[in-house]
């Protein structure tokens, strides 16, 4: 089975051309009538640093980096929910509908500002639908499904005293980041991962499951004191981002740490 996809070739400074490539997708599972396009990932070992504020002894530090071995594999959506798909949802009365000025641009676009409870919403739908159970990604999964896409948010400063000097950290980390385009591009444009997947860490940034945390730090990385509220979510693209669970539009707030994602929009996991 092939798939149209575009992969980025950079021409100079701040150039991206898109060229159109059809890719095969010998990963891609096979689909029930209604299911989206499906990739299988086999279980591995892999490393991630942690979602959620950490602090050891009152000052801020990075996320712990954990050891993790998935016993089982993972089977998620070969790319985001597009335009298109969530329409269909809405039309069946399954979805809340989006506001129509990012999603007019073309059904094969990755729907955008939808909040964490309409991403919720779809899946549901589409378990209906399928009669398979769908829902979003834990931060976990999705660093894994990430694979090289996945970004690092260590900045490297805990180990001073002066608290000036991470603020420094944080502004020059999230400064020095490309400025895209905030317009979704179409579903293909980042290319693929070494999994199959298309546009990790594209310019639509992906709801995750997973509630923000604080967590305190005893010595060494070990887990102390943890403050949990899921009335915020992990969100995973070119960086980790936690929103508020209602906001579709990241650029008119509700954003609780670091640079707001361009564009909120999702994939699933089955299983």
Known sequence: MLLSLKITIAFGAGMVAALPLALPCGTCDAQLPGEPQLVTIAPR??????????????????????????????????????????????KEGGCPSSPQDDNAFGSDRPVVKVSWRDASAYASWLSRKTGRAYRLPTDEEWAFAAGSRFSDDSLGAENSADPSKRWLARYEKESSRDVLDKNAKPTGAFGVNEHGLADMAGNVWEWTDTCYRRVALDVGTAIGRT??????????????????????????????????PANLGFRLVRG
Not at 69 to 82: E, G, H, N, S, Y
Not at 232 to 251: K, N
Request: glycine share 10%.
């Open 227 to 260: 403050t949990e509220n899921c009335g915020v979510r992990v969100v995973a693209g070119r960086h980790r981002s936690y929103m508020t669970d209602f906001i579709r539009d990241p650029r008119s707030g509700g954003c609780a740490v670091g640079v707001p």
């Open 45 to 90: 070992a892999f490393q991630y640093r942690q979602a959620g504020e950490f602090t050891r002894g009152g000052r801020a530090v990075d996320a712990p980096v954990i050891s993790s071995a998935r016993t089982a594999p993972l089977t998620l959506m070969r790319q985001q929910v597009t335009v298109a798909e969530y329409l269909e949802c809405v």
